[in-house]
């Protein structure tokens, strides 16, 4: 009970913090949406720019994530690493990342430097150089993030085969970090034909977390970023994916400790089309199967029946196309793939058969709310919510209403989605099977 009315409290507090963002555009089109968190006198500044792998033509794969790089590499006025030097001289931190949906720059600092950084993030949004032996340079380091983190990876070089075999059309076949031919036939001049047509005010979304006045940091937006020009930033043109009409599959066979298991399933997510309750009854099916201990898949598969080594599922709601619903597995010694299959294929007909029980649909809302309550201990976080919202096309205040359209699922809507998306003709099975034993995953 204790536990409980301290995570009503908690949320009590979070729907006033949430409603207490100010938001902005400046003249030229960029957003801006500050959060005050007077905790401690940092802030979290973040950047993002609506571009990401999913915006990228066949053969042109990995434009974003490389030109992210670049973007530590200098400007008319900064020396290349000087933006990172600069900032850890302040006593902050900095970073970036591409996703399918966007790239996102951002800095941790004491708020009396905030100032320096936006005038930094102002100055690359503009300035930008890309230099070719910069580039090259850089490239290189790119290509072998790609070796490490897939190619020599059979877990990575899975989920890339699964992806580009499940999607026809829908550009979440690419991967973020392209293919390597892709790299291998890059030039700086694309980059700067990609910074150009992506990196402007009217594409960007300033977002500051911390201890800080909204009208301030507004203040601060417009000295740094107003006189930048607005841009002619392209009108994508998404290509429908076409329904697909049976079971696919696809084999991997490279060397590896452990066979694995990656299933997909094409769901909807918010915004896509679906019925407004429809993302969320996935959300609750997702934590149903793979929520904790106590979940279906590890308390089942792992534990009780010991089929698996590791079981899994997950479901993002929060994407700019409709995706993939994921579940996975990792036999255990003695058992193999098509047990674990057989298995997880199980697990969705269970879901099919009967509703879930009001225990466990109690357990996975109040997992929700925890998670929100710590969340909110971290300035990044928030930052991320609004940001990642934002970018994608949604509006921020979902962040508002999440626990409550959670609350709303019944029994009955997750028997519903799972009955209708989690079906043989949504479904995409890869399969890893070692090449030898010995290796490493």
Same mark, same amino acid.
């Given at each position: 009970?204790?536990f409980?009315?301290?995570?009503?409290?908690?949320?009590?507090?979070l729907?006033?913090?949430? *409603?207490?963002?100010?938001e902005?555009?400046?003249?030229?089109g960029?957003?801006?949406?500050v959060?005050?968190d007077?905790?401690?006198?940092?802030a979290?500044?973040?950047?993002?720019?609506?571009?990401g792998?999913?915006?990228?033509e066949?053969?042109?794969?990995?434009?974003s994530?490389v030109?992210?790089?670049?973007?530590?590499?200098g400007t008319k006025?900064t020396?290349?690493?000087?933006f990172?030097r600069?900032?850890s001289?302040?006593?902050?931190?900095?970073?970036a990342?591409?996703?399918?949906?966007?790239?996102?720059?951002?800095?941790?600092?004491a708020v009396?430097?905030?100032?320096?950084?936006?005038e930094l993030?102002?100055?690359?949004?503009?300035?930008m150089?890309?230099?070719?032996?910069?580039?090259?340079?850089?490239l290189?380091v790119?290509?072998e993030?790609?070796?490490l983190?897939?190619d020599?990876?059979?877990t990575?070089?899975?989920?890339?085969q699964?992806?580009?075999t *499940?999607?026809?059309?829908?550009s979440?076949?690419?991967?973020?970090?392209?293919?390597?031919?892709d790299?291998?036939?890059?030039?700086?001049?694309d980059?700067?034909r990609?910074?150009?047509?992506?990196?402007q005010?009217?594409?960007a979304?300033?977002?500051?977390?911390?201890d800080?006045?909204?009208?301030?940091?507004?203040?601060?937006a417009?000295?740094?970023?107003?006189?930048i020009?607005?841009?002619?930033?392209p009108?994508?043109?998404?290509?429908?994916?076409?329904p697909?009409?049976?079971?696919?599959?696809v084999?991997?066979?490279?060397?590896?400790?452990?066979?694995?298991?990656?299933?997909?399933?094409k769901?909807?997510?918010?915004?896509?089309?679906?019925?407004?309750?429809?993302?969320y009854?996935?959300?609750?099916?997702?934590?149903?199967?793979?929520?904790?201990?106590?979940?279906?898949l590890?308390?089942?598969m792992v534990?009780?029946?010991k089929?698996?080594?590791?079981?899994g599922?997950?479901?993002?709601?929060?994407?700019?196309l409709p995706?993939?619903?994921?579940?996975?597995?990792?036999?255990?010694?003695?058992?193999?793939?098509?047990?674990?299959?057989q298995?997880?294929?199980e697990?969705v007909k269970?879901l099919?058969?009967?509703p879930?029980?009001s225990?466990?649909l109690?357990?996975?809302v109040?997992?929700?709310v925890?998670q929100?309550?710590?969340?909110?201990?971290?300035?990044?976080?928030?930052?991320?919510?609004?940001?990642s919202?934002?970018?994608?096309?949604l509006?921020?205040?979902l962040v508002?209403?999440?626990i409550e359209?959670?609350?709303?699922?019944?029994p009955?809507?997750?028997?519903?989605v799972?009955?209708?998306?989690?079906?043989?003709?949504n479904?995409t099975?890869a399969?890893?099977?070692?090449?030898q034993?010995g290796?490493?995953?």
């Amino acid at each position: 009970m204790r536990f409980l009315t301290s995570l009503v409290l908690a949320l009590v507090f979070l729907g006033s913090a949430h *409603a207490s963002v100010t938001e902005a555009t400046l003249d030229n089109g960029m957003r801006v949406l500050v959060k005050r968190d007077a905790r401690a006198p940092i802030a979290v500044s973040m950047v993002w720019y609506r571009i990401g792998g999913s915006y990228e033509e066949p053969g042109s794969t990995g434009l974003s994530h490389v030109l992210e790089h670049m973007m530590f590499r200098g400007t008319k006025n900064t020396e290349p690493g000087e933006f990172s030097r600069t900032i850890s001289a302040l006593g902050g931190s900095e970073n970036a990342f591409t996703s399918r949906d966007y790239t996102a720059y951002f800095e941790t600092l004491a708020v009396e430097h905030l100032d320096k950084a936006l005038e930094l993030e102002a100055d690359r949004m503009r300035n930008m150089t890309l230099n070719n032996d910069e580039f090259l340079r850089e490239l290189e380091v790119v290509k072998e993030e790609r070796r490490l983190r897939t190619d020599d990876k059979p877990t990575g070089l899975l989920y890339e085969q699964l992806m580009s075999t *499940a999607y026809r059309a829908s550009s979440y076949q690419n991967p973020v970090i392209g293919w390597m031919n892709d790299l291998d036939q890059m030039k700086v001049e694309d980059l700067k034909r990609w910074y150009d047509m992506w990196y402007q005010p009217n594409n960007a979304t300033l977002v500051v977390v911390g201890d800080v006045e909204g009208a301030d940091v507004v203040a601060i937006a417009k000295k740094h970023f107003g006189s930048i020009p607005r841009g002619d930033v392209p009108q994508l043109r998404e290509t429908p994916e076409p329904p697909q009409r049976g079971l696919t599959r696809v084999n991997v066979s490279v060397p590896a400790k452990q066979p694995y298991l990656l299933m997909g399933y094409k769901v909807p997510v918010i915004g896509s089309g679906a019925e407004e309750w429809e993302p969320y009854a996935l959300a609750v099916l997702s934590s149903i199967l793979d929520g904790g201990d106590s979940a279906r898949l590890t308390s089942e598969m792992v534990r009780e029946q010991k089929l698996a080594a590791s079981a899994g599922a997950s479901y993002d709601a929060y994407s700019r196309l409709p995706s993939l619903f994921l579940m996975d597995g990792v036999p255990n010694e003695g058992v193999n793939l098509d047990q674990i299959e057989q298995a997880l294929l199980e697990q969705v007909k269970r879901l099919h058969d009967a509703p879930i029980s009001s225990d466990e649909l109690k357990r996975v809302v109040t997992q929700a709310v925890a998670q929100k309550v710590f969340a909110a201990d971290s300035f990044m976080s928030q930052a991320m919510e609004l940001g990642s919202l934002d970018s994608i096309g949604l509006d921020w205040r979902l962040v508002n209403v999440e626990i409550e359209n959670l609350k709303k699922v019944t029994p009955e809507q997750v028997q519903a989605v799972a009955k209708k998306y989690l079906v043989e003709r949504n479904l995409t099975i890869a399969r890893l099977d070692p090449e030898q034993t010995g290796a490493q995953q």
